[in-house]
């Protein structure tokens, strides 16, 4: 038998470069293939890092011991270390979340399905929140209910009506709730007004012919419609609180109340690394369940139509007589809930002794003050002192940069995924940005600290650098930044950049010359909307700040601990003019309108 001639060496390697060649010739293959090293190395990686020390391997790598679990999960210690603040923390989302769909869902119904008078103004108050810290409205609760059994300070109920409120009105669960419910109803009331406002009414108005009673018509129509809103402001609500870290520690930490964010910060603080790193993992693992079971609830309703050709119209219900007691009372409300914590805050920053309302006591010196050892240890007034100055800088270049980077980077992920489609690089892509959504900030803190720590691969050492706060910051906002990226790319028709490719034009120049200026509104919203997401971050840079790197949050976090409010909340209002600024700047030149949508 004649034998075959072997194939010529290197043949098939020759074979492989030249598909190779072939493949990345196309700008976006090397896109996404950059995208996908990127997102792994940012985001997979750390994640395995995390979950790789939270375990032992014998020498030879053949056995994993699970000890350090063991420690959290089964010692003594575990009732204190983790099922305490574990039930305090998941007791906390469900309280929050379920107040929010009743604040947010019913703010909502009023608005988009009523001829309530102050929509537009109520839509702005409602979204307010959303752009603020969410522990501005706990220095409020605090000023008016703490009393002086636990800081020693009198709020404002002990130092006017001389009635000292209770330990649980002024700290733990309630206060907690409460603060939290504040700030995150506002993805209800969002996604749940879109959800009215697109419903066919007719489905209801059809069955209110047949004869169909209300209960029945909510129950078997509307709820259906608006359930996939409600189940996804449920899981934004819950993880959001889940992972809190601000609030629980101000009303939760001075009578011991601990949840699992805050007993996170606490074993990072007291060096117990592993147990930060295992609770990081329970903690993702919580939030990453509900989602999935999210989706899964939201995947059976899919059949569900509610924006039809005709009749796609919302039928506004009349008030009546109660009418002008709900405008009044909601608009007041509302008012209220947005303006009076940043009016007690400010009036605070000027009081040298808290629940005393003399003319005396109130001072400049909090914020112009020279150094005077009788008043806070000797600290100037937050427009003099050097420290808080390098804070806002830190802030401001962490806030620009990183915003500027997420959003640039955001475009480009999307011009993968709307360019791909549904290829499995696209889909890749889509997946991994997404991911650092499932993960609480507190929890991917302690993931970046444990990598960066130290060096890795050809990543120098990060921490105690501004770098590391950028880059956490760009990837903790890739979620949303993609989001945009690709809304904005859907609305690009592919014909322009065909064209260029037929006159033979590179990538590089159909991209500055054709994809960026049509898309130059899209990328500037997103880099204003992200800015002020970075700007009141504290939850995901806690951990890796240094005296040299720290910002304005964590400033504030640090004067509180010492019992400077009044520095704390003058450093609070820069923040918050600093970001009204942004949004002013974000509806005038970039015509950005929060009640239109969130980045998450």
């Not at 790789?52 to 210690?77: A, P, Q």
Request: glycine share 8%; charged share 10%; hydrophobic share 50%.
């Amino acid at each position: 038998m004649k034998k075959m001639p072997a194939a010529a060496p290197g043949k098939h390697g020759i074979r492989l470069v030249n598909k190779a060649a072939e493949f990345f010739k196309k700008p976006v293959n090397l896109i996404s293939v950059l995208a996908l090293l990127f997102l792994g190395y940012t985001i997979v990686v750390p994640l395995w890092e995390i979950v790789s020390h939270s375990v032992r391997f014998n020498e030879g790598g053949s056995l994993i011991h699970f000890d350090l679990w063991n420690r959290v999960l089964g010692s003594k210690v575990s009732e204190s270390l983790f099922y305490k603040p574990m039930l305090n923390s998941l007791s906390i989302a469900i309280g929050t979340a379920v107040l929010s769909l009743l604040f947010g869902g019913g703010l909502a119904w009023l608005v988009a399905r009523t001829d309530f008078a102050y929509k537009k103004t109520v839509m702005f108050l409602a979204v307010l929140p959303y752009m603020l810290p969410s522990w501005i409205t706990s220095f409020a609760w605090l000023a008016v209910f703490k009393n002086d059994r636990v800081g020693g300070s009198k709020g404002l109920i002990q130092a006017v009506l001389h009635v000292s409120p209770p330990d649980w009105l002024a700290y733990g669960y309630i206060p907690i709730v409460i603060t939290l419910t504040l700030n995150y109803f506002t993805f209800f009331f969002l996604l749940m007004s879109v959800a009215f406002s697109s419903m066919n009414s007719s489905l209801e108005e059809m069955a209110h012919m047949t004869g169909a009673p209300k209960r029945t018509i909510m129950r078997k129509i509307t709820l259906p419609l608006i359930m996939p809103a409600i189940l996804s402001g449920f899981i934004l609500t819950f993880s959001k609180s889940m992972g809190s870290f601000g609030v629980p520690a101000f009303l939760g930490l001075p009578i011991k109340y601990y949840t699992v964010s805050t007993m996170l910060h606490s074993s990072m603080q007291n060096r117990m690394i592993a147990d930060a790193y295992i609770l990081s993992i329970i903690l993702l693992m919580v939030c990453a369940c509900l989602i999935f079971f999210n989706q899964k609830a939201i995947g059976k309703r899919k059949s569900f139509a509610t924006i039809g050709g005709k009749g796609s119209r919302t039928t506004y219900q009349a008030l009546g007589k109660w009418k002008r007691l709900v405008n009044v009372s909601v608009l007041g409300g509302m008012s209220l809930a947005a303006f009076v914590p940043l009016l007690i805050l400010f009036v605070q920053s000027f009081m040298t002794m808290h629940g005393d309302f003399s003319l005396s006591n109130f001072t400049l010196h909090y914020w112009l003050g020279n150094s005077d050892p009788s008043i806070a240890s000797g600290e100037v007034g937050v427009l003099k002192n050097d420290g808080i100055l390098t804070a806002l800088k830190n802030s401001l270049k962490i806030g620009i940069i990183a915003s500027i980077v997420a959003a640039f980077i955001g475009l480009l992920l999307g011009y993968v995924i709307t360019q791909k489609r549904s290829s499995v690089p696209a889909r890749l892509v889509e997946q991994l940005s997404f991911l650092p959504y499932l993960i609480p900030g507190i929890a991917f803190s302690a993931i970046y600290l444990s990598m960066f720590a130290k060096p890795f691969l050809f990543i120098p050492t990060l921490y105690g650098t501004v770098s590391l706060i950028i880059l956490i910051s760009i990837v903790n906002e890739l979620p949303f930044a993609t989001r945009a990226g690709s809304s904005t790319m859907y609305q690009i028709g592919g014909e322009l950049e065909e064209a260029a490719v037929v006159q033979g034009i590179p990538w590089w120049r159909r991209f500055f010359s054709i994809i960026l200026p049509l898309s130059k509104k899209g990328l500037f919203s997103s880099f204003l909307l992200l800015f002020i997401s970075v700007m009141k971050e504290l939850d995901l840079i806690i951990l890796l700040v240094t005296p040299q790197t720290g910002t304005l949050t964590t400033l504030i976090f640090n004067y509180a601990e010492q019992g400077y409010q009044q520095y704390a909340n003058a450093i609070m209002l820069i923040i918050v003019a600093i970001i009204l600024a942004a949004y002013f700047i974000a509806g005038k030149v970039g015509k950005v309108d929060f009640s239109k949508g969130i980045g998450g």
